[in-house]
């Protein structure tokens, strides 16, 4: 969709954050490069990208730890470059949650209000009201160091909600915590911060968390924004080989475009001719470029016989290299040697109901050309 300057400068001024051409220089090194996005009020928006994409730099940014080398930060309309941290009305939790650990959790979720000096009776029934929020109401008299990883990742949040910010900035505070808990305080930001509508930008490089907390992700690598999207969208028509394999588990196969028609290309791979396979959302993909075939590894099957495998387009014989049961799902390793030799993870999520493989047999692998995606090898998955 294209914006005249006008619906554009509107849009900025309705969202609660607005990040505009920001690139940030360290000597000759770009550790974020043109990012532009907005944040509508009251959405959930996590930037997503493996370690040391620019995520962490973006988001001290907006918190004001920081200046852009070039480019400007608009929160509430107003541009920020100039307003110190302190002046700028934002909660955060960050991984190091920086609580007082000899004060109870009352003081800590109190402590934003008496900075900002508020009277005695606002305080209390604001720290109330925020620990019952959090789901710790009775638990005001306990002391940081008498309570759960869990418990004290509450405080935090109450503690950075309390002064009811404008903004809630989140830097993988849920990193240290075990898989367990971290599922249910993912579940937990998200119902907290649905409650209060309050905008919130999370930092992970966990794309489940960002699956399952946000309204839309921003994928990042090497400083630059790969992809904007809802988390749907962004599993399901990924903007490049990048996103296709930093999102889910895909499977790639290299070779040259063959043919292109519409939004269709056939693609040679190890003397296989694949036709009618969809075209990915990134640039044009033209006849004889080499190209990246992804499939992700939930759309493979795998069988013994190949009835099982009619309703599939493509198939192949493979080995099986390795099989993990993981309760829910199996996870196949299958070697592909018509395929030049590739390796395919294949997710089979009926293990109970399906024959489960062992390694060293043989089997056949299938897929459907629809749900393979062509990206043009100037963005190469690795
Ligand atoms: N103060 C600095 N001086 C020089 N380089 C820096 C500085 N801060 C960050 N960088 C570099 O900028 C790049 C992006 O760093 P950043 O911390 O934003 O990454 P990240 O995506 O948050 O990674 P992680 O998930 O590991 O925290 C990295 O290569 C980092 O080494």
New binding site residues.
């Given amino acids: 969709m294209n914006l005249s300057n006008g619906a554009r400068e509107s849009a900025a001024a309705q969202a609660a954050v607005s990040v505009k051409n920001v690139s940030m220089r ?1 000597d000759d ?1 770009y ?1 974020v490069r043109d990012a532009s996005f907005d944040v509508p009020k009251g959405k959930f928006l996590t930037i997503l ?1 493996p ?7 973006l988001l001290r940014l907006i918190a004001g730890f920081g200046k852009p080398t070039s480019g400007e930060i608009f929160i509430g309309g107003q541009p920020v470059s100039a307003v110190p941290p302190h002046k700028r009305v934002i909660g955060m939790v960050f991984q190091k949650l920086a609580l007082f650990p000899h004060m109870t959790a009352a003081q800590n979720v109190a402590f934003p209000l008496k900075m900002r000096r508020h009277d005695a009776r606002t305080i209390a029934d604001q720290v109330e009201r925020y620990l019952e929020l959090v789901k710790l109401g009775g638990f005001g008299s306990r002391r940081i160091h008498e309570m759960s990883g869990g418990q004290q990742q509450r405080v935090a949040i109450a503690r950075a909600l309390v002064f009811e910010p404008d903004l809630l900035l989140l830097d993988e505070p849920l990193a240290a915590l075990d898989v367990k808990l971290r599922e249910e305080m993912q579940l937990e930001f998200r119902r907290i911060q649905k409650e209060l509508g309050v905008t919130t930008i999370n ?1 992970t ?1 966990d794309q489940r968390e960002a699956m399952v907390v946000s309204d839309e992700v921003i994928v990042m690598n090497d400083g630059l924004i790969q992809q904007r999207a809802n988390p749907v969208a962004a599993y399901r028509t990924p903007q490049n080989a990048f996103v296709a394999n930093f999102i889910g588990v895909t499977n790639f196969l290299e070779g040259p475009a063959t043919s292109v028609s519409g939004n269709e290309v056939a693609f040679r791979c190890a003397g296989h001719e694949l036709s009618g396979i969809s075209v990915g959302s990134g640039p044009e993909i033209k006849a004889g470029m080499s190209c990246s075939g992804a499939i992700r590894a939930e759309q493979i099957r795998v069988a013994a016989a190949p009835e099982k495998l009619a309703d599939l387009t493509f198939r192949f014989p493979g080995e099986i290299i390795d099989a993990i049961f993981e309760g829910e799902r199996m996870v196949y390793e299958v070697n592909v040697a018509e395929l030049g030799g590739v390796s395919f993870r294949v997710f089979d999520h009926d293990p109970i109901g399906h024959t489960q493989f062992l390694p060293g047999e043989r089997v056949l692998v299938g897929w459907n050309p629809k749900d393979m995606h062509v990206f043009g090898n100037n963005h190469s998955p690795n």
Avoid: C, I, R
């Avoid at 370690?51 to 730099?57: I, Y």
């Fill in positions: 360290y090194f550790a990208g370690s040391g994409s620019g995520k962490t730099t930092v490089h």
